[in-house]
């Protein structure tokens, strides 16, 4: 198939780029690297041996979109294009519907004018807001706690009314878990600028020695052993997950489904040092320190809709994905 990634160039879309190119697709992509670099071409060019076609345009451009489904033939999209910072989407509201609800309009506006009707959505555990149970299954319900996750909460009601309209719409809502890893060439992984407000990052970046120190946000919780858990899924395994949804949409489905993408088991925050401790070879520096504002004690996925629907399930252990986050975190150092 054709397929066009918004947001291709970013974390999750430049992993899945690879394994849809790898597995025979034709892939397309598009961003506006408003929070990735056109480097990532270079490296996804080194790992593929071969070079993406991709526009730089914002998904708002409804026109843009609609010249590059036509000119590349496009048959399905998978629309990463957003942003994606809880603290930020407090702060500035309006920025975050502006660009992942209006972004996500503009889009289905050019893929209507174009008749490209099948679509891949990235959503986010976030929707879920307070467990009422553990784990989340996709009929819990949704109360998201910030302007980002209504954002998302928003989108996948527009999707929903589309997909009752009209018939010939085929879209997969995806909700990911907490994606974490790298691809295990190292060339490309998760580079936020700045201090990382998300646990994975800022253990590599203590590890390389970037940052001075942990802090772990509490350890008095009704956990395992005190510390948060979460539901952390390599990111080739989410990759995966977004090629099997495609198959699926090609396949057998039609209307609008909404997919867990999750391990089904939770980690805690110590738990994730000590295995990124094992690989590394030594202590990283930490400290306990108070709770994070807005934190939830404990989440993770019911994760056997993806199994059943889209027969897919993560592979990976946290072993491989502290192992690749480490490699692709030398690499960066060294390059
Ligand atoms: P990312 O920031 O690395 O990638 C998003 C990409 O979209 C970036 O390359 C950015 O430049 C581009 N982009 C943003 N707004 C755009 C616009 N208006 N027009 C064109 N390009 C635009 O983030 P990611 O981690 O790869 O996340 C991808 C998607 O998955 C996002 O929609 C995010 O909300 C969702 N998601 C991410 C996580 C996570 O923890 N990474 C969890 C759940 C859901
Ligand atoms: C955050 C987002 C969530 C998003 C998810 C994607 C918030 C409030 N929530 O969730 O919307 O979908 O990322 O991955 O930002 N921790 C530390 N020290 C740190 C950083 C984190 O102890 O420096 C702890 C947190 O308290 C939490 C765990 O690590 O228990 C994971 O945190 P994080 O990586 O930020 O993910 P989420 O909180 O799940």
């Known amino acids: ?39 990532v071409l270079e490296r996804l060019q080194k790992i593929l041996g071969k070079a993406l076609p991709c ?29 994606k910072a809880v603290g930020e989407s407090v702060a500035n509201p309006v920025l975050y519907y502006a660009n992942n609800v209006q972004g996500s309009i503009s889009l289905l506006q ?28 996709e009929d819990h319900p949704t109360k998201p706690m910030n302007p980002y996750g209504q954002s998302k909460l928003q989108t996948e ?36 600028n700045g201090i990382p407000n ?39 395994d989410l990759a995966e997950g977004h090629e099997a949804a495609i198959s699926y949409l090609e396949n057998c489905c039609r209307g609008f489904e909404v997919i867990n993408l999750g391990t089904g088991k ?26 994070r504002p807005g934190d939830l004690p404990v989440y993770y996925a019911q994760a056997n809709k993806a199994k059943k629907l889209l027969n897919w399930i993560a592979i990976r252990s946290v072993g491989d994905i502290c192992e690749t986050t480490q490699r692709f975190s030398a690499a960066k150092i060294i390059a």
């Open 1 to 39: 198939m054709n397929i066009l990634l918004t947001g291709g160039a970013g974390y999750i879309g430049s992993h899945t780029a690879v394994v849809l190119s790898q597995a025979g697709h034709e892939v397309v992509l598009l961003d506006n690297f408003c929070n990735s670099s056109p480097s």
């Open 55 to 83: 526009v730089e345009a914002d998904v708002r451009n409804t026109d843009a979109v609609e010249r590059v489904l036509r000119e590349y033939k496009i048959d399905a999209v998978i629309h990463f294009a957003g942003l």
């Open 110 to 137: 050019a893929m209507q004018k174009v008749g490209v009707k099948t679509l891949v959505f990235s959503s986010s555990a976030t929707v879920y807001g307070e467990p009422q149970y553990l784990p989340y299954d």
């Open 157 to 192: 009601k527009i999707l929903r009314d589309l997909a009752i309209s009209d018939a010939d719409w085929k879209i997969t809502s995806l909700r990911y878990f907490n994606p974490v890893g790298a691809h295990e060439s190292g060339l490309i992984g998760e580079d936020p």
């Open 198 to 236: 998300n646990l994975m990052p800022y253990i590599a970046k203590v590890a390389s020695g970037e940052l001075p120190h942990l802090n772990i946000f509490g350890d008095d919780y009704e956990t395992r052993d005190g510390t948060g858990e979460r539901d952390y899924i390599h990111v080739m």
């Open 266 to 291: 939770s980690v805690s925050v110590l738990e994730l040092i000590s295995a990124y401790e094992e690989v590394i070879g030594c202590k990283i520096k930490k400290f306990i320190t108070k709770k």
